[in-house]
Each structure stands twice: as structure tokens, then as C-alpha cells.
């Protein structure tokens, strides 16, 4: 068995921003980037560098890793869609470019309006520009575990999803499941598929909690050997286009977990639960995270008083 040692990439600036229904600040992103960094979190997606018009939540992209400090051992992702995004991109320095790409032809077709392999094709111009640069390049696959308009999406297609994304020359493969369709038995058997035809491969999984299996699903991959997921602090975001995507699994949930079973994540639990909070009074309304309503199951509480009882002599 390999190391235990979880590392986890935080993508509410991306995920969980994207779906805001009011145009969250600047100045709460950039707050929240440096809180995630300086809480240990290894892996931070910043932003996305796609057309306002599309997420207009992301028009500030540059300005946010612009503003935001750089804290030694996090790596600064970002997501973009096409050259034009990349290129934006390059000029904000980024350690990690994230593409994205839906196994199922309907999805990519909603969230980038060509087909699977079209979008795939479209990516070499990216891998050409990055290529040299420094910059890691990963690619993620949304609804590898089904679909919301087709439903089931066939292991075989997810396996030509990532060698095509091989090709490119990606250093990591994210398999999403965009809008909480996964059971933890799937988890296990689409990871084993993949890790069979290339087990050299770094794979990442992203789940949603839209059905509540969410960290479920994390134990499962981790059972199989997985040992980079992403999640989002409070829970917050969802995909904008696939219909109830909301409820990614969250950070100090999945952390919390993790820390239970004896997972390391060299992340500070306390500190997350701290912005997670903080997040939520800045956001306006109540966020989906348990931990931070519950607190840690180490939190012991004092005995009601009514209940005490009477010492005798």
C-alpha cells in the first residue's frame, strides 16, 4: 500500500464561485484563496479564465491572481476552455492549467458547445502553448460517472477520454462526477479500469454531493489506491450548466473524515473550519458544510445542568 498521505485541492474560488447567484467581491476571493493557503491546503484552484458573458462570476480572473499571496508549497490552478483563455492565463503566472472536457456528448455540448473529441482536438493549440512553460497541464473529465440528459456513460468512453487527454502530454487526469450520479461501487470500478490500462497515471477525483454519497465515494477511491481529490470550502458551487449540480463535497468535511480514520493532509482543520465560516457570513446564506455546524467529533460539550446529577453522601 502506498502512502496515506491525502492531498487535497480546494476549488471554491472556481466551483464554488461560479454558481453564486450575487457577483461575490474581489477582496472575498482573494480572502479566501490566502485563508485556503495558509490553512495548508496543497492545491487551490484560483479562477477560470472563460468569457464573462459565460460565468460571469469568473470576469475578475486576472485580477485575482494579481491580488492574491503566494504561499510557498500551494499550487495556484486555474481553469481555461480555449487558447484564448490560456493565453490569459500564461500572463498571470499559474503553476497549473486545468482543462476540462464531458465524457457524454450532451453535457459537453451544453457547458462548451462542441462535441467530446471536437473540444479534445481544440486542446492541442493549448498543450502547445504550455508546453515548455512550467506549467503543469491536467485534464479533467466531467460526468465520468453519468450524465444528467443521458444517464449511464460507458467506462470504455471515459478510457478514450483519457488517452486522448495522454496524448496532449497532461501530467494528471481528473475523473468529475459533475452532478453527484456516483455510487462508491463505480468509483472503485471505473478507477480500477483506468488504473489498469495505465498505472503509472496520477488520477484525481471530483465528487458532488448533490445525493449524499459524496464522501462515500472518497473512501471508496481511496480504497483503491486514489490519493488526490478536489472539494470546496462549506460545500459551496455546482456545475451552471447541468441541472441540480449543485453540493460539491466539502473541504472540512472531507478533511475531518480523512483525520478520523488516521488520513494524513498536513491541512489545519481548525483554520478551515474558520473560513469556512467566515465564508458564510460573507456569502449571505447558510452553506452546506456539517463540520462547521457540528463541530469536530473531538469537541466534547459539558453535561446539561438538569441532567447532572445530585452528588450524595
Known amino acids: 500500500m502506498e502512502s496515506n498521505r491525502v492531498w487535497i485541492r480546494d476549488v471554491a474560488p472556481r466551483d464554488g464561485f461560479q454558481i453564486e447567484p450575487q457577483f461575490v467581491p474581489l477582496d472575498v476571493k482573494v480572502e479566501t484563496i490566502n485563508a485556503l493557503a495558509k490553512a495548508g491546503v496543497p492545491s487551490i484552484e484560483a479562477t477560470s479564465f472563460v468569457h464573462p458573458k459565460a460565468v460571469p462570476q469568473m470576469a475578475d480572473a486576472a485580477e485575482v491572481m494579481t491580488r492574491i499571496e503566494r504561499y510557498p508549497g500551494t499550487t495556484?490552478?486555474?481553469l481555461v476552455p480555449n487558447l484564448v483563455g490560456a493565453k490569459r492565463a500564461l500572463e498571470c503566472n499559474p503553476d497549473q492549467i486545468n482543462l476540462v472536457v464531458s465524457a457524454s456528448e450532451s453535457h459537453n455540448r451544453a457547458n462548451l458547445n462542441r462535441e467530446t473529441f471536437e473540444t479534445l482536438d481544440g486542446f492541442r493549440d493549448i498543450a502547445s502553448l504550455i508546453r515548455g512553460s512550467g506549467v503543469d497541464l491536467h485534464g479533467g473529465i466531467a460526468t465520468s460517472f453519468g450524465c444528467p440528459f443521458e444517464g449511464s456513460v460507458p467506462v470504455e468512453r471515459v478510457l478514450r477520454v483519457v488517452e486522448r487527454?495522454?496524448?496532449l502530454g497532461v501530467t494528471a487526469v481528473?475523473?468529475?462526477?459533475?452532478?453527484g450520479m456516483a455510487n462508491p461501487r463505480q468509483v472503485q470500478e471505473i478507477v480500477e479500469a483506468v488504473q489498469k490500462r495505465w498505472p503509472d497515471l496520477e488520477v484525481h477525483l471530483h465528487f458532488h454531493n448533490t445525493r449524499g454519497m459524496g464522501l462515500a465515494n472518497v473512501f471508496a477511491g481511496y480504497l483503491s489506491g486514489i490519493r488526490h481529490f478536489d472539494a470546496s470550502l462549506g460545500g459551496i458551487g455546482g456545475c451552471p450548466f447541468a441541472p441540480g449540480a449543485t453540493g460539491n463535497i466539502?473541504?472540512?468535511?472531507?478533511?475531518h473524515m480523512l483525520h478520523e480514520m488516521g488520513i494524513e493532509t498536513q491541512i489545519n482543520l481548525d483554520a478551515l473550519i474558520s473560513a469556512a465560516k467566515r465564508l458564510e457570513k460573507q456569502l449571505g446564506h447558510s452553506l452546506p458544510g456539517?463540520?462547521?455546524?457540528?463541530?469536530?467529533?473531538s469537541d466534547l460539550h459539558p453535561l446539561p445542568s438538569a441532567m447532572q446529577y445530585e452528588k450524595t453522601e
Open 174 to 179: 481528473g475523473l468529475a462526477d459533475t452532478t
Open 76 to 78: 495556484y490552478a486555474v
Open 250 to 255: 466539502c473541504t472540512e468535511d472531507t478533511v
Open 290 to 297: 456539517q463540520v462547521m455546524k457540528a463541530g469536530k467529533t
Open 165 to 167: 487527454y495522454l496524448e
